[in-house]
């Protein structure tokens, strides 16, 4: 099937298997960060609960965009990859798949809120690494920047969950005068309408917004798995006619003829020329993919690996080099006429992981609700704590995901109960062992992560050579 060997095929099943799997998890692990409140203070029933929060994961996955999904497989570098054999290619897919799995089911186990973005993106380094050593390119080929963006957006976040909850406490304190809002929630009595409807609409948000950014991560990993097996067919949109870029590639050739070169950083001017092949290359492509006889997959993989390039360059061009407004507009609007073609996603892959997502919210929730909801602080959650952390969770996930950046739902949600809490009684009130075991599973998984994925990474490649 899709002109793959048995074995081969075999391969790649496993691969997408894998990937449903560490999305199942994902939904069974984070998200009953956004479940917690509701359950907690007996807004809604557990079965109620999680079925909800499974639905708008569903919809988040299926309706938040492709930002994040892309920025995960920009942390691979897929162009060495694919040039290289195929048992490096599922070698890395499975190494990602199964230390984030196998870190996931652990921490989930003993009943920490662990991020599965942190898993993933010290898997990616591991795994990254280890290919550098195999293939012998160096590290230089690594998306360093986009490694650094992500693990920035990853470690700060939690900060910004503590003290927005605070802040937040400090607001709600000020506008609503009602006790009732920030006592302990009741475990025989259902909290005020007005209270189980802030509750429902927080728990509505964070489970939307877990959905568009972290199961994005799964669409992301579903992307670079066809990818690598398949990157005739899928390396470039397959709705899209490649013979229609010539008119885009001229725009950006006139475009690149009013740059001045010499204001280009000497680290960057490789770069830069080798994007001008590029569009050489691109307008040659365009042209012969003009005869309707011609196989245009051949040429797929060495489109997206072009555009990638012009993309790359594109931003150097316009933060180095200032142009006039009609040039810059120009080498922007074209750029994102080109990046149509490589940033894309099969409806079929949404659904898929849409479901998976969806589908493991309704399992496994409950370690992970009396951590967040009796072991953080002295004192149980009150309505007020769960509501602000979860109003900083969903507001802080969808800026990141607007910015294409991942973020952890879990540490971003578990700061916020314990910065919602420490306004009440200070860090006196918070449970210094939970936290301690919080902030060691936060130190740890990237690592750990690292040295894991490493190591599987060079099994795996060593079984399947």
């Known amino acids: 099937m899709f002109g793959l060997e048995p074995s081969i095929f075999i391969l790649f099943i496993a691969c997408i298997v894998c990937a449903i799997i560490f999305e199942f998890i994902n939904g069974f692990h984070d998200t009953a960060n956004a479940v917690a409140t509701v359950i907690y203070t007996r807004t809604l029933k557990p079965r109620i609960a999680v079925l909800w929060s499974g639905l708008w994961n569903f919809l988040g996955v299926y309706l938040g ?6 920025a995960i497989m920009h942390l691979l570098p897929l162009d060495v990859l694919i040039e290289q054999s195929m048992s490096l290619s599922v070698s890395l897919i499975l190494t990602l798949l199964i230390t984030a799995i196998i870190w996931n089911i652990g921490t989930w186990y003993l009943g920490l809120p662990c991020s599965s973005s942190h898993t993933l993106l010290g898997s990616i380094f591991g795994a990254s690494l280890a290919l550098a050593y195999v293939t012998n390119t160096g590290v230089a080929n690594l998306p360093w920047k986009k490694l ?11 900060l910004f ?75 470039i949109d397959p709705a899209k006619n490649p013979a229609s870029m010539g008119g885009n590639v001229d725009h950006i050739i006139w475009a690149y003829n009013k740059v001045d070169y010499s204001k280009i950083p000497a680290n960057d001017t490789a770069l830069v020329n080798k994007s001008k092949h590029s569009l050489i290359r691109l307008k040659e492509i365009s042209s012969i993919l003009s005869n309707p006889e011609e196989n245009t997959h051949k040429y797929n ?36 006429q080109l990046k149509s073609y490589t940033e894309f996603v099969p409806w079929w892959i949404m659904l898929l992981v849409s479901l998976s997502l969806g589908m493991g919210t309704m399992i496994g929730w409950k370690r992970i609700v009396v951590t967040i909801g009796e072991k953080i602080g002295k004192k149980h959650l009150s309505y007020a704590q769960g509501a602000s952390a979860e109003i900083v969770a969903a507001s802080t996930i969808a800026v990141s995901t607007m910015f294409g950046l991942p973020v952890s739902t879990t540490h971003v949600l578990s700061s916020g109960i314990a910065g919602a809490m420490s306004t009440r009684g200070g860090i006196k009130n918070i449970q210094a062992d939970t936290v301690k075991s919080i902030l060691l ?23 399947l050579k």
């Not at 965009?65 to 892309?70: F, K, L």
């Not at 810059?328 to 994102?336: C, H, V």
Request: proline share 4%; with cysteine.
């Open 65 to 70: 965009g492709i930002t994040v999904a892309m």
């Open 441 to 463: 599973a936060w130190a740890l998984t990237i690592p750990v992560a690292v040295i894991i994925s490493g190591g599987l990474f060079l099994f795996i490649n060593w079984i």
């Open 148 to 158: 650094e963006e992500a693990g920035l957006s990853l470690l700060i976040s939690p």
């Open 161 to 235: 969950g503590f003290f927005l909850a605070i802040g937040l406490m400090f607001l709600f304190s000020i506008f609503i005068k009602k006790k009732r809002f920030f006592a302990q929630a009741d475990k025989n009595k259902k909290p005020p309408f007005l209270v189980r409807l802030t509750l429902i609409l927080t728990c509505t948000s964070v489970s939307f917004a877990h959905g568009s950014n972290d199961g994005q991560k799964g669409v992301g990993l579903m992307m670079i798995i066809l990818i690598c097996f398949l990157p005739a067919k899928f390396a």
């Open 301 to 336: 993989f060495e489109i997206r690996k072009n555009i990638l390039i012009l993309e790359s360059a594109s931003k150097v061009i316009l933060s180095t080099n200032p142009t006039d407004a009609k040039v810059s507009k120009e080498l922007k609007q074209n750029i994102k």
